[in-house]
């Protein structure tokens, strides 16, 4: 069952807020474009979800600016100092999938955002901005593009295939020279690709650098999310801790991509393993699910977790138990039905 109370506790008529203190939403954290583009794309998702939708969509159409989207808002007052191009990659993401929904008004509002921040792409420097974008394009309906789509993806996914390219060699499948946060998103990003326009380059990318970043992440039967004290470098070593929820979601993704892509069962089952993470199959044997408050610690730490539950932790596992439980039922509906 979906656990929407801390995010309901989250959330105010302005968004979701940034951080908590333990369980307690903390007002002074402010509200980032980040977390309220995960929040839309969990709302879209539920049910009953419309007026957190509202919400979610109208922060995002707020933090425009000028030229792009700001990423943080403190008291009414929205600031660049913490802006970047992934978290517009993500808004650009969410808008994507908004124009998916039933909701009349939710899809228009992000396809009128989509149509005035899609160009500033062109100019991303950032794989994940990239990926990000590529992954909502293949996955949104977007009538507006509908001519120049697959020529965007192909675009988009080219730039990820010239980094890749670039980088790898016969030891390092990767598109950089190091991991850091949220890695699945560019394998993911090219398996989605595929199945769009049936690139087989981007698919055999994608493979390869799936199986690269599995190979080090599942080494000991369980996920083992690279920590970002001091993330990975080519050569170097593996920090254990601290690991981050959305990792462990960008690794779901990444993984159920490749296997609605491609039906291969060894990327099912090491999605359920990513999903497994959040519930104590990981280093620490500690469930990271507070069944107190339905929220999300917001990382597994060397003494255990850290017992603040942000946005960007819960919305992590929300939006893995959410994919699952749709999987779920659809499984039991073809079984029902055949």
């Not at 991509?257 to 393993?273: M, R, V």
């Not at 199959?281 to 610690?297: R, V």
């Amino acid at each position: 069952m979906v656990d929407y109370r801390h995010l309901s506790s989250m959330t105010d008529e302005n968004g979701i807020l940034q951080f908590s203190c333990l369980q307690t939403p903390d007002p002074n954290s402010g509200y980032t474009l980040d977390d309220n583009a995960r929040a839309l794309i969990v709302a879209l998702s539920k049910e009953d979800g419309y007026e957190l939708a509202q919400y979610y969509a109208a922060y995002l159409y707020r933090s425009q600016g000028p030229d792009s989207w700001y990423n943080f808002e403190l008291n009414g007052k929205f600031s660049s100092s913490f802006d970047s191009e992934d978290s517009v990659g993500r808004a650009l993401l969410a808008c994507c999938l908004g124009t998916t929904s039933h909701w009349p008004e939710i899809r228009k509002i992000c396809t009128d955002m989509l149509v005035r921040n899609l160009p500033q792409t062109f100019d991303f420097s950032s794989p994940r901005a990239i990926a990000y974008t590529l992954v909502g394009l293949c996955k949104g309906e977007i009538p507006v593009f509908s001519e120049k789509l697959l020529h965007i993806v192909s675009l988009l996914s080219n730039r990820l295939i010239n980094l890749y390219q670039l980088k790898h060699n016969k030891k390092w499948f990767w598109f950089e020279d190091y991991f850091t946060y949220c890695n699945g998103i560019l394998p993911q990003a090219l398996f989605a690709a595929y199945s769009l326009n049936g690139d087989k380059k981007a698919l055999k990318i994608g493979h390869d650098s799936l199986y690269f970043l599995n190979g080090i992440l599942f080494r000991d039967g369980y996920l083992n999310i690279v920590g970002n004290e001091g993330w990975y470098s080519k050569g170097g070593a593996i920090p254990l801790f601290d690991q981050q929820p959305v990792d462990a979601a960008s690794i779901y993704f990444a993984c159920m991509e490749a296997y609605e892509s491609i039906g291969n069962k060894e990327y099912l089952d090491l999605a359920k393993l990513a999903h497994a993470w959040y519930r104590g199959a990981n280093i620490h044997s500690l469930s990271l699910y507070n069944e107190k408050t339905g929220g999300c610690f917001d990382a597994l730490t060397a003494d255990g977790v850290n017992l603040n539950q942000g946005a960007e932790s819960t919305l992590s596992l929300l939006l893995c138990d959410l994919h699952a439980a749709k999987n779920m039922q659809l499984n039991v509906e073809g079984e029902c039905s055949s």
